[in-house]
């Protein structure tokens, strides 16, 4: 094309023989329908992902209790709290430099080495004989998964913006649904030969490693999607030259998720060049998220330590199994709800105010939490089961917003870099809320009898205070919408 390529007008758009965003951008324009293929992709993907983050949490308490490093029951979510924070440590240390990866040799590689390392170290946290086994291996598997941040960058990257609500819906959507379906394998199949004696014999396999079972099972789902990865196509710009640089003009056009006008073209052009840590519509969304984060993960593992804890310590007295049916429960109530009716939530309310909402109708929802002891039979199963699956509506909806809010706010050969950022700081508070929710969570089995706020009365306070504070910061100034 030559010095012709230069002169080409902003609004015309160009595309490059081999790069596989151009490539990608060209299917865009010719197919305005839903891409349902590359939204199947992301979809497995942030599953499989997402399963073996909270799917040892319904059986994390017994699996304690066997490794014996606790001396008394009430210090068991203390020690459970560092196994669940140990994945999100590891996340926190490598995701900036997976971002960063991948938004220089894309996509797909950065996927595929996290798919592999779930299916490696999940596999050995289940055959765990003592406890820093599981310590370390947990770690190993966050440190080496780093791909959301690229799956978030590469959802949006696959629609037109039309369809960008109900791409960002769909990770989100596979998030909430792996942390819930997660804990409903970890709870129907751990200890299989205590469970279901009549098929796994105590002296085979199965009894000598009783968690085994739901760790081999989504590890063999890890399989499938890694080998189904290899058709996967990558969405990053890839633009050089004969010298090897890039022609910044154009690829500032081409780094676009869809064809703008005049005015975000010369936006877009300039974005490169910007630091994130200044990019305050970016690092607001992230604060938010943080928090939103925190008090997601510290509910997640607290709800279940909570369940199967006996009534006597303010728990439901639950087996793992049955919190294993609650969240199974959630989790397919919750993909109708992420399919249907987010998409037509946001397009009404937008993403702020449906996060805003969202997180007022959470707090009293869980202040009435601990009076569920109170029931018994049938109506603490119903009831147990119309709040958990309130709150993670609730919980997926806030996310959803915020996810769709960062992405807005950088370019796309940044998006990769700045999910990584947002990988980096919500897994640091994510890896705070497990210790800090185990350790909370123990103290309060110790004061049953206290005359304010006795038992687990003040675990939800604690969690109820975290979703205010977050309520709090999707108000101006604190929270920037981009463009505005």
């Known amino acids: 094309m030559g010095d012709s390529t230069s002169r080409v007008p902003l609004l015309n758009k160009v595309y490059y023989a081999k790069c596989p965003g151009c490539a990608m951008d060209k299917r865009k324009e010719s197919h305005t329908g839903i891409p349902y293929k590359e939204f199947l992709y992301v979809w497995i993907v942030t599953l499989c ?105 590469y959802a949006s990257e696959l629609c037109r913006p039309e369809h960008q609500a109900l791409g960002m819906s769909l990770v989100s959507t596979a998030w909430g649904i792996g942390l819930i379906v997660g804990p409903a394998i970890g709870g129907y199949f751990a200890q299989p030969a205590e469970k279901y004696p009549e098929i796994f014999s105590p002296n085979s396999v199965w009894g000598r490693f009783p968690y085994f079972l739901p760790c081999l099972c989504i590890s063999f789902f890890a399989v499938c999607v890694f080998i189904s990865c290899l058709w996967l196509p990558e969405t990053l710009h890839m633009h050089h030259n004969g010298k090897g640089a890039e022609n910044e003009t154009i690829e500032a ?62 728990g439901l007295s639950f087996s793992s199994q049955d919190v294993g049916q609650v969240l199974a429960i959630s989790g397919f109530s919750l993909l109708v709800y992420q399919l249907f009716v987010y998409p037509r939530i946001e397009k009404i309310l937008g993403p702020i105010y449906s996060c805003r909402l969202s997180a007022v109708i959470s707090i009293p929802l869980l202040a009435a939490y601990p009076f569920l002891t109170n029931l018994s039979g049938i109506k603490l199963t119903i009831i147990t089961n119309c709040a958990s699956l309130m709150k993670n509506i609730l919980s997926v909806t806030i996310i959803t917003g915020l996810f769709i809010l960062q992405n807005n706010a950088v370019p796309q050969n940044q998006r990769g870099a700045a999910n990584g950022i947002s990988m980096t700081a919500m897994s ?31 675990v939800f306070f604690i969690l109820n205070l975290f979703e205010f504070i977050g309520f709090v910061l999707t108000f101006k100034p604190f929270l920037i919408v981009p463009g505005k």
């Open 49 to 153: 992902t997402a399963l073996p983050i909270s799917s040892l949490f319904p059986f994390l308490y017994f699996m304690i209790r066997d490794l014996n490093i606790a001396e008394r029951e009430e210090d068991i979510g203390f020690y459970a709290g560092f196994v669940g924070a140990a994945f999100m440590l590891g996340r926190a240390i490598t995701s900036v430099f997976w971002g960063i990866v991948a938004d220089r040799h894309g996509r797909k590689p950065i996927i595929v080495i996290g798919i592999f390392s779930v299916i490696v170290f999940n596999t050995l946290f289940g055959l765990s004989v003592n406890y820093w086994m599981a310590i370390i291996t947990r770690f190993l598997l966050g440190a080496l998964n780093g791909l959301l941040g690229p799956v978030k960058a």
């Open 253 to 314: 056009l081409e780094a676009q998720p869809f064809v703008s006008d005049s005015k975000q073209d010369a936006t877009e052009s300039e974005a490169p060049k910007e630091n994130l840590f200044k990019n305050w519509p970016l690092m607001s969304a992230i604060i938010a998220y943080c928090i939103f984060s925190l008090h997601d993960m510290a509910y997640t593992e607290i709800f279940s330590l909570w369940a199967v804890s006996g009534k006597s310590y303010g």
């Open 428 to 458: 640091l508070f994510k890896a705070v809320a497990p210790a800090g929710g185990g350790a909370i969570f123990s103290w309060a089995q110790k004061r049953q009898h206290a005359s304010f706020l006795p038992g687990d009365q003040m």
